[in-house]
């Protein structure tokens, strides 16, 4: 009997992703699909965000002209700066990249940087904002 070279592995994985949900009943889901792609300077350790570019639907033109979150971006790290935005059942999912448990975690700058998204989403839908 041969060895498989390529075993996959079962069970629980160590990789731990945060989701933000905003609820959106009833959207046209190719707007709310985007994802930001980051102008970077430095390499490997040392990479920072020095511009963002939101590429996909017409939610990407509200992002990309929101300055406050553009430079909320520049200020946190590289990894934690590739978001994603997709439309979900009800709703829109922001989240970024998978970390392991030594590298995942949620900062505050992080979290107001997702909470300026959520934001820019509600502007874009129509719907006002809701206060906390």
Not at 2 to 28: C, E
Not at 102 to 109: A, D, I, L, Y
Request: avoid cysteine; glycine fraction near 8%.
């Amino acid at each position: 009997m041969t060895q498989d070279l390529n075993p996959i592995s079962w069970g629980a994985q160590d990789r731990y992703q945060a989701h933000f949900i905003v609820k959106m009943p009833g959207i046209s889901e190719d707007d709310f699909l985007v994802r930001a792609k980051l102008q970077t300077k430095g390499h490997f350790a040392s990479k920072r965000v020095v511009g963002v570019q939101w590429i996909g639907g017409a939610l990407a033109d509200i992002l990309n002209s929101d300055d406050t979150l553009k430079t909320m971006m520049t200020r946190i790290p590289y990894h934690d700066a590739q978001i994603s935005v997709e439309p979900t059942k009800g709703g829109i999912r922001i989240h970024g990249k998978w970390k392991d448990s030594h590298e995942f975690s949620m900062t505050k700058e992080l979290f107001a940087v997702y909470d300026r998204i959520a934001l820019d989403i509600k502007k874009e839908s129509g719907s006002p904002p809701v206060q906390s």
